[in-house]
C-alpha cells in the first residue's frame, strides 16, 4: 500500500547513473505499460526490452530493471558486472514479486507470498549482485524494500519500523537505524535514508555528510531536512528531494555537484527518482519528465505514467489517480489503479481537512474567507489572482474569447483555401508518365476512396519514434510520385524525394512489388520499419515515419543529399570518383564501420544487416556516410556466438561464402561483405565487375594484397598518397575480413578501431591519435573525450600487427559526448560476444597456416573438404560471386 522511491527503488520512472551518465526511462502514460529510455548509455536505450510490459522500474549503476507484468519477475538490461542481464538468476521457479530495488551493483525484490505460503507472516526479499545475492526470510510482513549504493533497508508493515542490512562501512545506515520511529515510506540514498514520518515530515539518517569531496557543493548535510511535510522523498547519492505536501514543488537539500541545473521551483510533480546526482519527476500537468541535477538527458520527449499501478485498493493516506482523459487507462490490468498519496499536513489553522479519496492530491483546503495568518492570506490571493471570477469571466472575457473563435475559423479557412489551390496548381505541372507509378497510385486511390487502414501491429510503433504519414501527404510531398521526384531503385522498391509540408525534404521508399510478392514485400517493409523505429545512431540512415494505406508501404526517411557511395565511385559522372579524395573515401568507411559495430554490438539482441553494400551506404549533406537499407536485416540471437541458421540472402559478390554454403549467419557475415565494400573504396571497382578477366574483386584483389602490391589496387583515377602505409593497413584489414571462415574475421570493433587508425594516418597525426571526423563537429563537439584511465596508454606502436590483433584493455575510446553522434560504451561492456580468435591472433601466424591462405588460390577447396561439394544450383551461383 505505501511506495518507496529512492536512488533504485521501484517507480514508473528510473533514472540509472555511472560511468556513461545517467539514463532516464519511464513506463508510456498510455496504459501499454511498455518502457523507454533516453540517454548516452547504449546499454540501456538500445537493451531496453521495448515489446514487454513493466509494471515498475529500478535502476542502479550501468543498469535498470523492470518487473515483469505478466510474471511478475525482474528482467535487468544495461551492463553492469554484478547484475545479471535478463530475468536474475537464481531464482526460485514461479517466484513472483511485487516490488524491485536496485542500488549500485545489486538488485533486491520483495516476493509475493501467496496465502498458502505465509507462515505466521513471514516476507522474503530476494537480492542478487555484488556480495547481496541471498534470501532473506523475515518474520512479520514487509511494506517496502528500498537498495541504497551497497546496503538495503525495508519496513514492516505491522509496526512501520525499519531495518537494514548490508555494507554499513561508509554510511552508517545499519548503525544507525532510528528503533522505535515509524515511518509511512522509506526511500535509500547512496550513503543515507530518508523516511517520510507518520506527520509527513522527513527524517534522514546515514553519514554522507562525511564524504568531503572537493567537486561537491552545498550545505551539505543531508540530515538537515526542510520542515515542509512532504508526500514522498528520494534519495539521490549525497542528496535528497521531496515532493511539499502543500503545492506538490520540489525541495532539494545535501549536497549537489558544482555547474549543476538547479531543482525547479515553478513546476509541481506527481512522481520523483534520484540517479546519483540527477533526479528526474513528473510534471503533474503533462506527465512530461523534468529532470535537474547533472548529467542529462535533460529533453525526454514522453509522456510517463505517474505511478506504479497496482490491484489492491488504495490504502489510507492514498488515493487513485483517475486523469481527466487518460481516466483509468493508464493501468493495463483490469481492476488496477495507480495510487498516490494524500496530501497531509496542512498550511495552518485556517485548512480545513478533506478526507482524501478524491482525484486530486490536495487533502486539505484553506477557508479563505476567514483568513488570520500571513501565509493563508498570501495563499488565498495568489489562489485568486489565477481563478477568475464566473462574473468577470462573462463580462470580460467571453466577449474576447468569441472574437478569438471567430477570427481562428476565418484564419484556418483561408490558409485551408490557399494551399488547396496551391497543391492543384503544383499537381498540374507535375507529369507522371511511369506506368507503373500510374497504375499504383489507382491502386492506392481505390483503397483510399474505401478509406480501408490497415494498421497491423502497429501500436507499438506510434509510441516509439516513427511517425505516421497519410498516403495523400505522401503523395503530395512527391509530387505525386512522378517520375522527376525518382532518386533511386532497388530490388523491392522505388526511392522518391518529396518535401513535406513543414519543409523537410524526404526520400519516401515505396514498395514497388507485384500482388504476388506482397507478402514478401510487406515482411520487408515490417522488418525495416520495426528496426529503424528501434534503432537510432549518426551513422545509421533515420526513419522519419511511415503510411501503411491498402496496399501502399511507404517509408520516410531523411534525404541524404549525395546519393549512395555505389552513384558515387561507379555512377555515370566521373568527376563524382574524384571528389571522393583517399581522405573521403576512409571517413566513409569508418562512418560506415561505426554503424555496423552499433548494429553488432549495441543493440540488442545484435542485428545482423546482410546486405552491406555501395548502393546501402548513403551519403549526406555533409558528407557523413549512413547505413541504409534494413529490409534483409535480421535480429541474431542475444548470444552472438550461436549462428542464426537463415536461408541466404544478400548481394552477389558482398555475399559470406560461409553463410551461403553453411547458412550459418553470424555478425561476421556482414564483416566479410564490409571487407568487400572496403575493397572496392579502395580499388573503386565494383564488387563484381565482368569486364575485368578476374571479375570478382576479392579473387582479384587478396593476391594482390598479400604479395604487398598495393600500389595495383588503388583507384587509378586518385594520385596515391605520399606515404601508403594508411592504405596499406585498410588493405590488410579488407583481406582479413573478407576470410573464408567467420571465425577468422575481426569483430567490427575491430575493424573500426583499425580503420581510425588508418585515417589518423592519412591525415599525418600519429597512429594513436585519432582524427574529428566531420559528424562529430557537425554534430557540436569538435573535442573528443578519452576516458581518464585510458590516458595512461599513449604508448602504443604503429606496427600493423596491432591492427586488428590487439586486447580490448588497449584500445583507446574517442567518442564524441553526445549519445545521438555515438554512443560511449566502453571497451569492457563490449559485447564479448563479438571477439573472435581472429581478433585476438597475430597477423601472419597461426591463422594463415590454419585458413590455408585465406582466399588465395581455390578459395572455397578448404570450405569444400569440411562441407561437402556443392549442388549443381550452389555451383552456379559460387561461380559468379567467388
Ligand atoms: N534516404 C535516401 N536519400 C537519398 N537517396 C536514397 C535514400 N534512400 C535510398 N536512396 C537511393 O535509392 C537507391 C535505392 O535504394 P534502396 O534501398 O531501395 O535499394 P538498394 O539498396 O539500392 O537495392 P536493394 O533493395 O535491391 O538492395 C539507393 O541506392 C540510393 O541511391
Keep these: 500500500r505505501y511506495r518507496v522511491l529512492g536512488l533504485g527503488s521501484m517507480s514508473s520512472i528510473a533514472v540509472s547513473y555511472g560511468e556513461n551518465g545517467p539514463v532516464f526511462c519511464g513506463l508510456v502514460s498510455d496504459g501499454s505499460h511498455l518502457v523507454n529510455c533516453y540517454g548516452a548509455d547504449a546499454s540501456i536505450v538500445y537493451g531496453a ?334 489562489l485568486n489572482r489565477s481563478k477568475p471570477t464566473k462574473k468577470s469571466f462573462f463580462s470580460v472575457q467571453m466577449p474576447v474569447f468569441i472574437a478569438e473563435i471567430s477570427f481562428a475559423v476565418v484564419l484556418a479557412v483561408s490558409i485551408f483555401s490557399i494551399a488547396y489551390m496551391y497543391v492543384r496548381h503544383k499537381l498540374r505541372g507535375c507529369k507522371c508518365s511511369d506506368v507503373e507509378v500510374r497504375a499504383m497510385k489507382n491502386q492506392a486511390c481505390s483503397f483510399n476512396k474505401d478509406s480501408l487502414k490497415i494498421q497491423p501491429d502497429m501500436d507499438e510503433l506510434k509510441i516509439r519514434r516513427a511517425q505516421v504519414f497519410t498516403y495523400e501527404e ?103 570518383k574524384r571528389l571522393l579524395n583517399w581522405v573521403r573515401r576512409v571517413t566513409i568507411a569508418v562512418q560506415a564501420a561505426r554503424g555496423i559495430e552499433y548494429l553488432h554490438g549495441y543493440a540488442c539482441p545484435p542485428v545482423i544487416h546482410r546486405d552491406i553494400k555501395s548502393s546501402n551506404i548513403l551519403i549526406d549533406e555533409e558528407h557523413n556516410a549512413r547505413v541504409s537499407d534494413f529490409g534483409l536485416s535480421l535480429l541474431g540471437p542475444a548470444d552472438s556466438t550461436k549462428p542464426l541458421s537463415e536461408l541466404p540472402a544478400g548481394t552477389l559478390g558482398y555475399l559470406d561464402p560461409e553463410y551461403y554454403r553453411l547458412h550459418y549467419l553470424t555478425t561476421k557475415s556482414d564483416v566479410y561483405s564490409f571487407g568487400v565494400l572496403l575493397l572496392e573504396i579502395l580499388s573503386g571497382r565494383k564488387a563484381i565487375d565482368m569486364q575485368f578477366e578476374e571479375g570478382n574483386i576479392v579473387q582479384w584483389a587478396v593476391p594482390l594484397i598479400k604479395s604487398g602490391d598495393i600500389s595495383s589496387i588503388l583507384d587509378p583515377v586518385l594520385n596515391p598518397p605520399n606515404d601508403l602505409e594508411a592504405l596499406k593497413k585498410i588493405a590488410t584489414v579488407a583481406y582479413k575480413c573478407v576470410r573464408m571462415r567467420g571465425k577468422d574475421r575481426p569483430s567490427m570493433d575491430k575493424v573500426t578501431t583499425a580503420l581510425e587508425r588508418a585515417l589518423a594516418l592519412l591525415m599525418g597525426s600519429p597512429c594513436n591519435e585519432q582524427p574529428i571526423l566531420p559528424t562529430e563537429v557537425v554534430l557540436g563537439s569538435s573535442r573528443m573525450h578519452k576516458k581518464a584511465s585510458q590516458r595512461s596508454s599513449t604508448n602504443l606502436s604503429c606496427s600493423e600487427n596491432e591492427l586488428v590483433g590487439e586486447g580490448d584493455e588497449q584500445r583507446i575510446e574517442y567518442r564524441a559526448p553526445s549519445w545521438i553522434t555515438f554512443p560511449s560504451v566502453t571497451s569492457s561492456q563490449r559485447r564479448k560476444s563479438s571477439a573472435s580468435e581472429a581478433d585476438t591472433v597475430v597477423e601472419g601466424r597461426n591463422v594463415e597456416g590454419r585458413s590455408g591462405g585465406g582466399v588465395a588460390g581455390d578459395p572455397l577447396r578448404c570450405l569444400e573438404e569440411e562441407i561437402g561439394p556443392a549442388s549443381p544450383q550452389e555451383n552456379l551461383f559460387l561461380q559468379h560471386n567467388f
Aim: net charge negative; glycine share 12%; hydrophobic share 35%.
Design 474 to 576: 505522401l503523395d503530395e510531398a512527391t509530387c505525386g510520385f512522378c517520375e522527376d521526384s525518382q532518386v533511386g531503385k532497388g530490388s523491392f522498391s522505388c526511392v522518391f524525394k518529396g518535401v513535406l509540408k513543414d519543409g523537410t525534404v524526404v526520400a519516401v521508399k515505396r514498395a514497388i512489388k507485384a500482388s504476388s510478392d506482397v507478402k514478401k514485400t510487406s515482411k520487408e517493409f515490417h522488418t525495416e520499419l520495426d528496426l529503424l523505429s528501434r534503432l537510432n545512431h549518426a551513422h545509421l540512415l533515420n526513419l522519419l515515419g511511415y503510411c501503411e494505406e491498402g496496399g501502399e508501404r511507404l517509408l520516410v526517411y531523411e534525404f541524404m543529399a549525395h546519393g549512395s557511395l555505389y552513384q558515387h565511385l561507379h555512377g555515370r559522372d566521373p568527376n563524382l
Design 49 to 382: 526490452p521495448v515489446r514487454l510490459p513493466l509494471l515498475g522500474l529500478t535502476a542502479g549503476d550501468g543498469f535498470v530493471c523492470g518487473l515483469l507484468l505478466d510474471s511478475q519477475q525482474p528482467y535487468c538490461w544495461g551492463s553492469n558486472m554484478y547484475v545479471k542481464m535478463g530475468v536474475p538468476q537464481p531464482i526460485e521457479e514461479g517466484a513472483r514479486y511485487s516490488q524491485i530495488s536496485a542500488g549500485d551493483c545489486h538488485l533486491c525484490a520483495l516476493r509475493l507470498m501467496l496465502p498458502n505460503e505465509t507462515h505466521r507472516g513471514d516476507s522474503v526479499i530476494d537480492c542478487w549482485g555484488y556480495n547481496m545475492t541471498a534470501s532473506h526470510v523475515l518474520s512479520g510482513t514487509v511494506d517496502s524494500v528500498s537498495a541504497g549504493s551497497v546496503f538495503n533497508c525495508g519496513l514492516f508493515a505491522h509496526n512501520r519500523t525499519v531495518f537494514c542490512w548490508g555494507d554499513d562501512t561508509g554510511s552508517g545506515v545499519i548503525s544507525l537505524v532510528p528503533h522505535n520511529v515509524r515511518f509511512q515510506s522509506i526511500s535509500a540514498g547512496g550513503y543515507h535514508v530518508c523516511g517520510i514520518l507518520q506527520n509527513a515530515q522527513v527524517f534522514c539518517w546515514g553519514t554522507s555528510l562525511e564524504m568531503k569531496q572537493p567537486d561537491l557543493l552545498g550545505e551539505g548535510d543531508v540530515r538537515m531536512v526542510p520542515m515542509d511535510p512532504m508526500v514522498s522523498v528520494v534519495g539521490g547519492r549525497f542528496h535528497a528531494c521531496g515532493i511539499k505536501s502543500l503545492d506538490h514543488r520540489i525541495s532539494c537539500w545535501g549536497f549537489a555537484l558544482k555547474n549543476t541545473v538547479p531543482t525547479p521551483t515553478d513546476k509541481k510533480f506527481l512522481e520523483i527518482v534520484a540517479g546519483d546526482y540527477f533526479t528526474c519527476g513528473v510534471v503533474s500537468s503533462t506527465f512530461r519528465p523534468f529532470c535537474w541535477g547533472t548529467g542529462g538527458p535533460w529533453s525526454v520527449p514522453m509522456a510517463v505514467s505517474p505511478g506504479v499501478c497496482t490491484s489492491a485498493p488504495c490504502g489510507p493516506g492514498y488515493y487513485e489517480y483517475i486523469h481527466t482523459s487518460f481516466g483509468n487507462k493508464m493501468c493495463k490490468p483490469a481492476d488496477s489503479r495507480i495510487c498516490l498519496p494524500c496530501s497531509v499536513g496542512c498550511l495552518d489553522g485556517n485548512s480545513q481537512s478533506l478526507p482524501c479519496n478524491a482525484t486530486l492530491y490536495q487533502g486539505c483546503q484553506l477557508n479563505c474567507s476567514s483568513c488570520t495568518s500571513g501565509n493563508c492570506s498570501s495563499y488565498c490571493s495568489a
